[in-house]
């Protein structure tokens, strides 16, 4: 998009006039991008926030205006990750960190919008910040969303696992969620992925994932 809209909701930002920005958004999302647009206005968005010169406090105050907002999902799940982008994802953004967590559990296809790497930042996140419950939550959506996606989703699967061992509960709670995983995809496809989380993971849970694939025969 061209950066004209986005800079003129951006100085309404940085110049804290919150209640501005929001109407703003709004405007925008229904008038001007519309629905056939919403990849679109979801970009801007979340750019609007990823790249404003906010504090912390500043950025949560802002955030906060969303409540109650006519913002959709999908631009509310860009802006909540463009604030955490804009602060280097440092954990002093739990309200935008956990308010995103809330959305993708609730609603697995935002991680469309969300992306994949920036997923498995947030997961390292609740990492950093010893969240068990919300890195399960994020973990949990990562397992739905890579079902349909073939070994791909297998790579992404080894990677959040490497985010989930810092606790022994989590950890459990990974392992039943890597067997979520070996029950959701297609059946033909189970051989090799044990094969392959046996070689990426270890051998343990290779034998853990066999296990779960003789049940479903």
């Given at each position: 998009?061209?950066?004209?809209?986005?800079?003129?909701?951006?100085?309404?930002?940085?110049?804290?006039?919150?209640?501005?920005?929001?109407?703003?958004?709004?405007?925008?999302?229904?008038?001007?991008?519309?629905?056939?647009?919403?990849?679109?206005?979801?970009?801007?968005?979340g750019?609007?926030?990823?790249?404003?010169?906010?504090?912390?406090?500043?950025?949560?105050?802002?955030?906060?205006?969303?409540?109650?907002?006519?913002?959709?999902?999908?631009?509310?799940?860009?802006?909540?990750?463009?604030?955490?982008?804009?602060?280097?994802?440092?954990?002093?953004?739990?309200?935008?960190?956990?308010?995103?967590?809330?959305?993708?559990?609730?609603?697995?296809?935002?991680?469309?919008?969300?992306?994949?790497?920036?997923?498995?930042?947030?997961?390292?996140?609740?990492?950093?910040?010893k969240?068990?419950?919300?890195?399960?939550?994020?973990?949990?959506?990562?397992?739905?969303?890579?079902?349909?996606?073939?070994?791909?989703?297998?790579?992404?699967?080894?990677?959040?696992?490497?985010?989930?061992?810092?606790?022994?509960?989590?950890?459990?709670?990974?392992?039943?969620?890597?067997?979520?995983?070996?029950?959701?995809?297609?059946?033909?496809?189970?051989?090799?992925?044990?094969?392959?989380?046996?070689?990426e993971?270890?051998?343990?849970?290779?034998?853990?994932?066999?296990?779960?694939?003789?049940?479903?025969?």
């Amino acid at each position: 998009t061209e950066p004209g809209p986005r800079i003129l909701v951006q100085l309404m930002l940085q110049t804290h006039r919150y209640d501005d920005v929001i109407e703003m958004l709004e405007n925008y999302q229904t008038n001007i991008f519309g629905t056939e647009r919403q990849t679109e206005f979801s970009a801007l968005a979340g750019d609007v926030f990823r790249l404003s010169a906010l504090d912390a406090n500043e950025m949560e105050e802002a955030l906060s205006y969303l409540e109650g907002s006519k913002i959709r999902p999908e631009p509310r799940c860009k802006i909540y990750c463009g604030a955490l982008m804009n602060r280097g994802w440092n954990t002093d953004c739990d309200f935008a960190a956990t308010n995103l967590t809330n959305m993708v559990f609730q609603d697995q296809h935002l991680m469309v919008a969300l992306g994949q790497e920036n997923a498995l930042a947030l997961l390292d996140y609740h990492k950093r910040t010893k969240d068990g419950i919300n890195a399960l939550r994020v973990a949990a959506a990562l397992v739905q969303y890579s079902t349909h996606l073939d070994r791909e989703g297998a790579a992404m699967i080894a990677r959040m696992w490497k985010s989930l061992v810092w606790d022994d509960n989590v950890k459990e709670s990974a392992v039943e969620l890597l067997r979520r995983y070996i029950r959701g995809v297609p059946l033909e496809n189970v051989p090799g992925l044990v094969s392959f989380f046996g070689d990426e993971i270890n051998r343990e849970m290779g034998q853990t994932l066999e296990a779960t694939y003789l049940m479903r025969q």
